[in-house]
């Protein structure tokens, strides 16, 4: 069995401008930063023997700031928000609402939800190879944390999006889940 507490990087001047960031590397803003700060204040008793990211620079940065001074953190692209293509980078507006219709279907030149459950199927198998009876941090984003709601909690994609802590305004300091 193996612990993961999954956290979101904060907030980014991408976020604050309505940009979808996708692939694209995002700056994590003044608030965002703060906000990091106080979750590291909010977790500072919580013990892991590993601490993962998505190698996008807004999580790697999170991470860092998080537990760069006691943790090496180990960065896999296989965390990364979903790819949107062509609409990395482009206008929330535009971006979020063809984000539930792209389970199956892919972003033009770029991924569906179901390729991100994939890869992060793949971590997964990863970390039961190399981690068991671990407790395991994560910092990534919104897809790779919808897609843990998937694989381990048993949701379906309408669930995981429906039930979404961005849409029903229920942020925490880290998300359980039992891996086995």
Known sequence: MIKITYFVHGTTTDNENGISSGWSDAELSETGIQRVKNLKEQIK????????????????????????????????????ECSYGKYNGGSSGMVEPMQEKMVIEKFPEGESYEDVKNRVAGFLEFLKENYDGKSIAIVAH??????????????????????????????????EYILE
């Open 45 to 80: 008793d919580k013990h892991f023997d590993a601490v993962f990211c998505s190698d996008l620079k807004r999580a790697v940065d999170s991470a860092n700031i998080l537990w760069g001074a006691t943790h090496e953190i180990i960065s896999d692209k296989r965390l990364r």
């Open 142 to 175: 919104k897809a790779p944390q919808l897609a843990l709601d998937v694989l381990l909690k048993g949701k379906t994609w309408e669930q995981a999006f429906a039930e979404d802590w961005r849409k029903t305004k229920t942020w925490q300091p880290g998300w």
